[in-house]
């Protein structure tokens, strides 16, 4: 393929810019819009893309390993533009899909050495022992992929996203579907990844936790938009001082939910109040102060998140009714 | 947990054809159905036994029931070897790991080239073995090769087209029952269409389809049949463009799961 003719890249840290992207499925008119005018730059170390399941978050990871191309805009990671030089992104980037498959009947380490053998890396079982070693699957090494657990399969999904040590890698929902165990262990490696590898590594998502806990900078995408991108304090920062812990019964919550006056963060039964009748709630709440006895609490990033979709629905909402007015 | 990355440093790989992956490939296309094609030339010297469709003495008789095996039978035995292929990578969604480190088309070509090989082999060691034990010799001027090449293009050719037919419907819906019913169909077809067009005013049509050698007796240009074998070879090489066209759009590979 055509790297020979093209300088080699010594280095790690390698930035994505992403400009004016969108993406239609289907036909140009009728079609159905997954990216609308996405901007996003993206820098070395951990960023988290998060968003709701149809986001749009699948498909801009896609076209970020190449196999989607936008309808509109540009994709620039490192040097190489996605679209045009599609064979040397694919050398710079590891990919783990969302819906990751795998050869069953084969062993890990047939299924690392055939995808190696199709990468044309030189010295592979230097490379399979790097990053077996990398996601701890050497003691599974013979193990048959169909006699994997889920969290193995998404380490040995890993793994073959590290073949060949990219400086950028792209995993689609990696903790999805995992026990807290496992969830933990997946951050921890992709975090001690990033650490060691300078590498740029675009974490899909839509559990809060992954990101809170080994992104440093995130973006949030919704119906398809980009709602918002900076660092984890600054969307933690959109609910402060519109975030409230009250005591208040079921019913007076669904009011008030139902009449879109508030998000609901969570909900907790008290349990420590013997007199508590059995409908009253713990509710953290998002948005004005709900009730006089509603008590402020420092935000998390969840609430961040959900006080940034809720404005999302809200001023979609508007619109709605903007446009029947019109 | 244990992250022991020698090199951090990412440096360009050279993206080349190992010798290891041909290996790779070629122990991933064979399967049981591979025992067929030796099963095919093995009649041809036991069918003359039990079928009367021949004078049992005729001294031709297995060079002639190995045209009519390799002509009626091997299409159909094509498409056991070439429709899973792919199969595998479809079933499993293994097809975007493949496509992100080469081109999914050029595998195909790949697999395609180890299961022609491996039936033109077959064809030239059946022809050989029916040269060895035919007197007189098969071609009328004693052309051994020529005799060998006339084999290759009766048994390939519809083999190859019928197989490129399968392989692109089923890439179409990415089923592999898709493909085989529908090979199997066409080739079915084939076979009953042929007895209602032996007596009829388009007869010369039978040239055309896959069974052209054996259907050219009841033709008016019975020595023409192998410009049915060259149409069908155009029509393999018209359906591996579509693929290539198919397969390029890597999107399709995807498991759409969330959006």
């Given at each position: 393929?055509?790297?020979?003719?093209?300088?080699?890249l010594?280095?790690?840290?390698?930035?994505?810019?992403?400009?004016?992207?969108?993406?239609?499925?289907?036909?140009?008119?009728?079609?159905?819009?997954?990216?609308?005018?996405?901007?996003?730059?993206?820098?070395?170390?951990?960023?988290?893309?998060?968003?709701?399941?149809?986001?749009?978050?699948?498909?801009?990871?896609?076209?970020?390993?190449?196999?989607?191309?936008?309808?509109?805009?540009?994709?620039?990671?490192?040097?190489?533009?996605?679209?045009k030089?599609r064979?040397?992104?694919?050398?710079?980037?590891?990919?783990?899909?969302?819906?990751?498959?795998?050869?069953?009947t084969?062993?890990?380490?047939?299924?690392?050495?055939?995808?190696?053998?199709?990468?044309?890396?030189?010295r592979?079982?230097i490379?399979?022992?790097?990053?077996?070693?990398?996601?701890?699957?050497?003691?599974?090494a013979?193990?048959?992929?169909?006699?994997?657990?889920?969290?193995?399969?998404?380490?040995?999904?890993?793994?073959?996203?590290?073949?060949?040590?990219?400086?950028?890698?792209?995993?689609d929902?990696?903790?999805?579907?995992?026990?807290?165990?496992?969830?933990?262990?997946?951050?921890?490696?992709?975090?001690?990844l990033?650490?060691?590898?300078?590498?740029?590594?675009?974490?899909?998502?839509?559990?809060?936790?992954?990101?809170?806990?080994?992104?440093?900078?995130?973006?949030?995408?919704?119906?398809?938009k980009?709602?918002?991108q900076?660092?984890?304090?600054?969307?933690?920062?959109?609910?402060?001082?519109r975030c409230?812990?009250?005591?208040t019964?079921?019913?007076?919550?669904?009011?008030?939910?139902?009449?879109?006056?508030?998000?609901?963060?969570?909900?907790?039964?008290?349990t420590?109040?013997?007199?508590?009748?059995?409908?009253?709630v713990?509710?953290?709440v998002?948005?004005?102060?709900?009730?006089?006895?509603?008590?402020?609490v420092?935000?998390?990033?969840?609430?961040?998140?959900?006080?940034?979709?809720?404005v999302?629905?809200?001023?979609?909402?508007?619109?709605?009714?903007?446009?029947?007015?019109? | 947990?244990?992250?022991?990355?020698?090199?951090?440093?990412?440096?360009?790989?050279?993206?080349?054809?190992?010798?290891?992956?041909?290996l790779?490939?070629?122990?991933?296309?064979?399967?049981?159905?591979w025992?067929?094609?030796?099963?095919?030339?093995?009649?041809?010297?036991?069918?003359?036994?039990?079928?009367?469709?021949?004078?049992?003495?005729?001294?031709?008789?297995?060079?002639?029931?190995?045209?009519?095996?390799?002509?009626?039978?091997?299409?159909?035995?094509?498409?056991?070897l070439?429709?899973?292929?792919?199969?595998?990578?479809w079933?499993?969604?293994?097809?975007t790991?493949?496509?992100?480190r080469?081109?999914?088309?050029?595998?195909?070509?790949?697999?395609?080239?180890?299961?022609?090989?491996?039936?033109?082999?077959?064809?030239?060691?059946?022809?050989?073995?029916?040269?060895?034990?035919?007197?007189?010799?098969?071609?009328?001027?004693?052309?051994?090769?020529l005799?060998?090449?006339?084999?290759?293009?009766?048994?390939?050719?519809?083999?190859?087209?019928?197989?490129?037919?399968?392989?692109?419907?089923?890439l179409i819906?990415?089923?592999?029952?898709?493909?085989?019913?529908?090979?199997?169909?066409?080739?079915?077809v084939?076979?009953?269409?042929?007895?209602?067009?032996?007596?009829?005013?388009?007869?010369?049509?039978?040239?055309?389809l896959?069974?052209?050698?054996?259907?050219?007796?009841?033709?008016?240009?019975?020595?023409?049949?192998?410009?049915?074998?060259?149409?069908?070879?155009?029509?393999?090489?018209?359906?591996m463009l579509?693929?290539?066209?198919?397969?390029?759009?890597?999107?399709?590979?995807?498991?759409?799961?969330?959006?």
């Open positions: 393929m055509q790297t020979t003719s093209q300088p080699e010594k280095t790690s840290n390698l930035p994505i810019h992403i400009q004016g992207v969108s993406k239609r499925y289907g036909s140009p008119k009728k079609g159905r819009l997954a990216l609308d005018n996405v901007d996003l730059s993206i820098q070395p170390g951990v960023f988290g893309l998060l968003g709701r399941n149809g986001a749009g978050k699948s498909t801009l990871l896609q076209i970020l390993a190449t196999l989607l191309v936008p309808t509109k805009g540009r994709v620039q990671i490192g040097p190489y533009d996605a679209v030089q064979e040397q992104v694919r050398e710079l980037v590891g990919f783990l899909p969302q819906d990751q498959g795998f050869y069953a084969l062993t890990v380490l047939e299924t690392l050495r055939y995808l190696a053998a199709l990468q044309g890396l030189e592979p079982d490379h399979i022992a790097e990053v077996l070693d990398a996601v701890n699957l050497r003691d599974r013979r193990t048959r992929v169909g006699a994997l657990s889920g969290g193995m399969r998404r380490r040995l999904g890993l793994a073959q996203a590290l073949l060949g040590n990219p400086p950028v890698l792209i995993v929902e990696p903790t999805a579907g995992l026990d807290p165990v496992e969830q933990q262990r997946f951050r921890t490696l992709l975090a001690r990033a650490a060691q590898g300078n590498r740029t590594i675009l974490l899909s998502t839509h559990i809060i936790g992954d990101v809170a806990t080994i992104a440093s900078h995130l973006a949030v995408l919704d119906q398809g980009m709602l918002f900076g660092t984890v304090p600054a969307l933690t920062e959109i609910a402060r001082e409230w812990s009250w005591r019964t079921i019913a007076r919550i669904e009011a008030l939910r139902e009449r879109r006056e508030l998000l609901i963060s969570s909900l907790h039964p008290i420590d109040d013997p007199e508590a009748s059995p409908d009253q713990i509710a953290r998002i948005g004005e102060q709900p009730d006089a006895e509603a008590v402020p420092a935000p998390t990033l969840e609430d961040g998140y959900f006080s940034l979709i809720g999302s629905e809200a001023d979609s909402l508007n619109s709605v009714s903007d446009r029947k007015n019109a | 947990m244990m992250v022991t990355m020698k090199s951090i440093q990412w440096k360009a790989t050279r993206r080349n054809w190992p010798l290891r992956l041909f790779f490939e070629l122990r991933r296309c064979i399967s049981w159905t025992g067929l094609p030796p099963l095919l030339i093995g009649m041809v010297f036991v069918l003359p036994r039990y079928i009367s469709l021949y004078d049992s003495d005729d001294p031709l008789r297995y060079a002639l029931m190995l045209r009519y095996c390799l002509e009626l039978m091997l299409p159909f035995i094509t498409l056991t070439t429709v899973p292929l792919l199969a595998r990578e079933q499993e969604g293994t097809l790991q493949v496509a992100l080469k081109p999914v088309f050029a595998l195909l070509v790949l697999r395609l080239l180890y299961v022609m090989g491996y039936l033109t082999i077959w064809v030239i060691v059946g022809s050989l073995i029916v040269l060895a034990s035919t007197r007189p010799h098969p071609e009328p001027h004693g052309n051994s090769w005799w060998i090449g006339q084999n290759l293009g009766i048994a390939l050719a519809p083999s190859l087209c019928l197989a490129m037919l399968a392989q692109t419907l089923l819906p990415g089923n592999s029952v898709v493909g085989y019913m529908l090979g199997l169909g066409v080739w079915l084939n076979m009953v269409v042929a007895p209602f067009l032996q007596g009829g005013n388009y007869r010369n049509i039978l040239l055309y896959l069974f052209s050698w054996t259907q050219r007796g009841f033709t008016d240009r019975p020595d023409d049949w192998w410009q049915g074998k060259w149409l069908l070879l155009v029509i393999a090489l018209l359906l579509v693929q290539w066209k198919l397969l390029t759009d890597e999107g399709r590979f995807i498991r759409q799961s969330e959006e």
